[in-house]
Nanobody, 129 residues
Framework: QVQLVESGGGLVQAGGSLRLSCAAS????????MGWFRQAPGKGRDFVAA????????YYTDSVKGRFTISRDNAKSTVYLQMNSLKPEDTAVYYC??????????????????????WGQGTQVTVSS
């Protein structure tokens, strides 16, 4: 049984920083891609960032490039999302997600929630203006 557990959300003022963590258990964590998505009230679940396995390639949605950094510690089976220069529009529930395959198809579809089979429960991030 694969489990993903997020932590690190909270309330922060605009311009501040937060680091989200996602601890994985139940499978060989290091061999699959991981992603972060977010869902604002009344909106769909949107891609934020992803990281591949091995030589870790990273991907970001345009609105967070230069502000957010995704990383992973395979020894700890944990993926992180460092969020700097936070804006009120970053307010959302943030979800960690795990894919169950590797390959070229993922590298062109990493932004799609349908490519991830495992999801955490979500952690709230609120940015006040």
């Amino acid at each position: 049984q694969v489990q993903l557990v997020e932590s690190g959300g909270g309330l922060v003022q605009a311009g501040g920083s937060l680091r989200l963590s996602c601890a994985a258990s139940g499978r060989t964590f290091s061999t699959y891609p991981m992603g972060w998505f977010r869902q604002a009230p009344g909106k769909g679940r949107d891609f934020v960032a992803a990281i591949t396995w091995g030589v870790s390639g990273t991907y970001y949605t345009d609105s967070v490039k230069g502000r957010f950094t995704i990383s992973r510690d395979n020894a700890k089976s944990t993926v992180y999302l460092q969020m700097n220069s936070l804006k009120p529009e970053d307010t959302a529930v943030y979800y960690c997600a795990g894919a169950s395959y590797n390959g070229s198809y993922y590298y062109t579809h990493y932004y799609m929630s349908s490519e991830y089979d495992y999801w955490g429960q979500g952690t709230q991030v609120t940015v006040s203006s």
